[in-house]
């Protein structure tokens, strides 16, 4: 079986996502792990003494010689996926092939496999976010204290720091980490429970060997270290499928937010972020002094199919029909490793962005000096209670400058409200030119958010550094 650029094939095969996490969605390491289902089936057959140890073995010496070509030319007589690699692998195996999927049914094979590429391909996912998290935190500490406007509506608001507008997009990441770890801990195969769930066929063939079902089906998946559900039909339940995609939409959702808010930044408008650009990239076919924003913009188009998929795992849940429908294989094989491919890139793609992004202060302190000082007047007014004026009467003076003010920065002139609230007879009978001038410094009015996001970044990477030892006591 050979593809090349002659005909369609996926930009999953290619173009987005990682190696690593291709190969786990790779059709040679779905085969090879249904040789180690019918591994762990054999094995706990073999304890019951239904299966003898030659049979086994010979299981074992082969069970690395998958062979997808002769596996498709069976399937193409069989029209039957999983029969074509059962024959496949029995072909190898002249003392065992003929115990092979002894009692089982497809899904028992193929449902058990899904799983474990779902919990392997997690696995990956929660690396690249911990890197990335720690990118995150290491950002923030660069920047905790960096006075910026924020924005509310789109429109400047009041100064925040740049450090605290990161820490939000990576508390949001903190907690998909938590929900992906939430996942990986509650994954369960199917089991072996046979065609419709109900363990007949493993409960016939066990009947004199005094061994159960229940209890050949623990050994098996205690082989491939594997929790199951206690309840199956043919399937496990396709609700586990959507709580997979639901979960990978929201890590999506938060990349999105950060992918469109760093094209927003990065636009000649506002200015203060950009992406790494390489010094013979180009940003346009027709525009040569274009630098488009095509790395968060691949995170957001990418981040929107992941979030498209929860629809289709909707369906298959809630269209399950009784014990089994075939209506959902079809679209399983596109959106498990199409959502987890593309979380992968979007991750990989927004750890670039948080190393590489150009932080322009040059532009933060323009939008500052235009900005910053409608922003200060909040503390102006407070003084101006303070010191005996009527509230609603010193909103008006202010008001009034204000909207003097504003005229000039839309005509593209420098803010001269400051000015303009020096000369206001009743603002200068209470407040001395000298406090004016630091009630105006807008720099100043980010209240606690630069400790907020240097107590956010220490605790984030504490939190990162004590679940390597958690992982690594895991993976042992």
Not at 100 to 119: E, L, P
Not at 410 to 425: A, H, M, Q, S
Request: glycine residues 6%; contains cysteine.
């Amino acid at each position: 079986m050979s593809y090349g650029h002659q005909e369609f094939i996926s930009p999953f095969t290619w173009r987005y996502g990682s190696v690593q996490m291709r190969q786990i969605w790779s059709e040679w390491h779905k085969r090879w792990l249904m040789r180690r289902v019918w591994l762990a089936l054999a094995g706990a057959q073999q304890q019951a003494g239904l299966v003898t140890d030659e049979q086994l073995a010979d299981l074992h010496s082969h069970a690395d010689e998958v062979d997808i070509t002769r596996s498709l030319e069976l399937e193409k007589e069989t029209r039957h996926d999983v029969m074509a690699e059962i024959r496949t692998f029995a072909e190898q195996c002249p003392v065992g092939g003929g115990i092979i999927h002894w009692g089982a049914t497809s899904a028992d094979i193929t449902d058990n496999v899904d799983v474990m590429r779902i919990r392997e391909a997690a696995g990956v996912l929660i690396l690249r976010l911990e890197e990335l998290l720690l990118r995150f935190a290491e950002r923030i500490e660069q920047t905790a204290t960096l006075p910026v406007m924020a924005y509310s509506h789109i429109q400047p608001a009041e100064p925040t720091t740049l450090g605290y507008r990161l820490s939000v997009y990576a508390q949001d990441l903190s907690h998909n980490l938590v929900d992906l770890k939430e996942l990986v801990g509650n994954l369960k195969g199917k089991g072996f429970k046979g065609a419709v769930g109900s363990q007949a066929s493993f409960s016939e063939m066990l009947q004199d060997t005094g061994m159960t079902a229940a209890e050949m089906e623990r050994r098996a998946m205690a082989f491939l270290n594997l929790a199951y559900f206690p309840v199956a039909t043919q399937t496990y339940t396709r609700q586990q499928d959507l709580g997979v995609t639901n979960t990978l939409a929201s890590l999506a959702s938060t990349l999105h937010k950060f992918g469109l808010d760093f094209r927003l930044m990065q636009s000649p408008a506002i200015g203060e972020w950009s992406e790494p650009f390489a010094a013979d990239q180009v940003g346009s076919s027709a525009m040569p002094f274009k630098r488009n924003p095509i790395i968060s913009e691949n995170i957001c188009s990418l981040a929107r199919y992941i979030g498209a998929m929860p629809a289709v795992a909707w369906e298959n849940a809630g269209q399950a029909i009784l014990e089994r429908s075939l209506d959902d294989s079809a679209n399983r094989r596109l959106f498990l490793p199409g959502a987890f491919i593309a979380c992968d890139e979007i991750l990989l793609k927004a750890n670039k962005l948080v190393t590489g992004m150009t932080i322009d202060e040059t532009a933060v302190k323009r939008n500052m000096d235009r900005y910053g000082p409608f922003a200060a007047t909040e503390r102006l007014l407070m003084a101006l209670v303070a010191a005996g004026a009527d509230r609603q009467q010193a909103h008006e003076w202010i008001r009034q400058a204000s909207m003097r003010a504003w005229q000039e920065v839309k005509g593209g002139r420098p803010n001269p409200l400051i000015e303009y609230l020096r000369v206001e007879k009743q603002i200068n009978e209470r407040i001395d030119p000298e406090q004016l001038l630091t009630l105006m410094d807008a720099s100043q009015y980010v209240g606690t958010a630069g400790q907020r996001a240097i107590e956010f970044a220490s605790q984030l990477k504490r939190e990162l550094a004590e679940s390597k030892p958690r992982q690594a006591a895991d993976s042992s």
